[in-house]
Every structure is written in C-alpha cells, then in structure tokens.
C-alpha cells in the first residue's frame, strides 16, 4: 500500500509539474497561473489523510522551489503546501469517496485564497514584495477563480487514482477468502498433534466398544 503511495503520489507531482511549468505558467494568464501541483496535493490529501497529505505537500513543494525557472526562496512554497495538505487532509471525506462537489469545490476555493496568502506573507517575511507590486485582491481572485476551473477536470480524477492504488484486489479474491477461511477453521482445529490424539482417542473408544460387546456376548454363552 504504501508503495502504490509513493509511486502515484511522485508521478502525479511530476506530471503535474512538468505541465504547470511548461503550459500553465506560460498562457500569459491575467492575475494568477492555475496551480496544478496545488490540485494534486488536495486530490491525493483528501484520499489518504493529513499526514500523508502533509508529506506529499512539501515534497511536491520542493520540487516546484527547486524546479527552473523558479526565482524564490527554496522551502517557500513546500511550506505553502506543507501546510494545505494538512489542512486539506482534516476534511477528508469517509473512505476517501464523494458524496457531493460542493465539498471538495469550497476546499479547492479555500486552498487557493489560503495558499495565496501564505505564500505571500512568508514572502515578506524574506523581503519578497512582489504580491504588493502585482496587486493581492488581483491575485487572490484570479487564484480561486483559475482553480476552481480547472478542478473538475482534475481532482476528482486524481481521487479515484489513488482510491484504486489503496485497494488491494488480491485481499477480497474469493481464492484468497477461501484459503484464509480454511487456514482460520485450521487453526481452531489446533494444530497435527492434536488431530492426531483426535485420532487415538476415537480408536480407544472404539476398542473399549468392542470389548463391551465381547462381554454382552460371553455373558449370554453363560447364561
């Protein structure tokens, strides 16, 4: 299980990544540029939890501080997602599965303003002022709106991915539910040994049933 984690959960960082880089930031975009990487964290941290999210939020946050042609601080933006994976994380839904979009919608909406803003104040934490220059009410709304957009296209489709790799369809074969129904009536048996005295038993009986027969017989040869 935790290998298909980790497997899924790099691959779709780097996808995303890779894409969000190569396309995404480069759309010239008003305002914002769609946070795919951002998606993914919270498709993934609303299927394993908070703490799986919060360890894929930073490592893929570091991928994208340390990733070309990033011009910030390295450990911002793993911070950022560090922090949304986990939050994301608490409202998980029961056994990963939606029940409705309105959810996962107001979280993705969340994410997006909350990822903006904390980006932007450990940004001036370290001197960066360039959420001022751009305008932060700009940013904040084209974030929500941009994400909010790309967000059914994209997190229920990495929910069901990672639903799939959680499932183990060797456990519920109905040859493996048969052999663990056998191993289980084997162990309440006990083990050989005890089939074994089983065994004595039954033919010690079974000797002192013929000997109560011999008995009757003789006693009626008296008679």
């Not at 959960?9 to 010239?28: D, G, K, M, W």
Request: charged content about 15%.
């Amino acid at each position: 299980m935790r290998f298909n984690r980790m497997l899924l959960s790099t691959t779709l960082v780097v996808v995303a990544l890779v894409i969000q880089v190569s396309i995404l930031a480069r759309l010239q975009l008003p305002g914002a540029v769609p946070d795919l990487l951002l998606l993914v964290v919270l498709g993934l941290a609303l299927v394993y939890g908070h703490m799986a999210g919060a360890f894929i939020g930073f490592g893929a946050g570091l991928l994208a501080d340390l990733a070309p042609p990033a011009d910030h601080a390295a450990g911002r933006y793993a911070l950022v997602l560090c922090v949304i994976g986990y939050l994301a994380g608490l409202v998980r839904p029961d056994n990963g599965q939606l029940k409705s979009a309105t959810g996962p919608m107001a979280v993705v909406v969340g994410a997006a303003i909350c990822s903006t803003l904390l980006y932007a104040g450990v940004g001036a934490l370290v001197g960066d002022t360039a959420a001022r220059h751009v305008g932060l009410g700009s940013l904040l709304f084209t974030a929500a709106v941009y994400d909010l957009l790309l967000a059914p296209f994209t997190v229920p489709l990495i929910m069901a991915l990672a639903r799939r790799a959680e499932s183990n369809p060797l456990a519920d074969s109905p040859s493996t539910r048969s052999g663990g129904d056998a191993a289980a009536r084997w162990l309440s048996s006990g083990t050989g040994l005890r089939i074994g005295k089983q065994r004595g038993g039954m033919r010690a009986k079974a000797a002192r049933s013929r000997a109560a027969r011999a008995v009757r017989i003789k006693g009626v040869k008296r008679l």
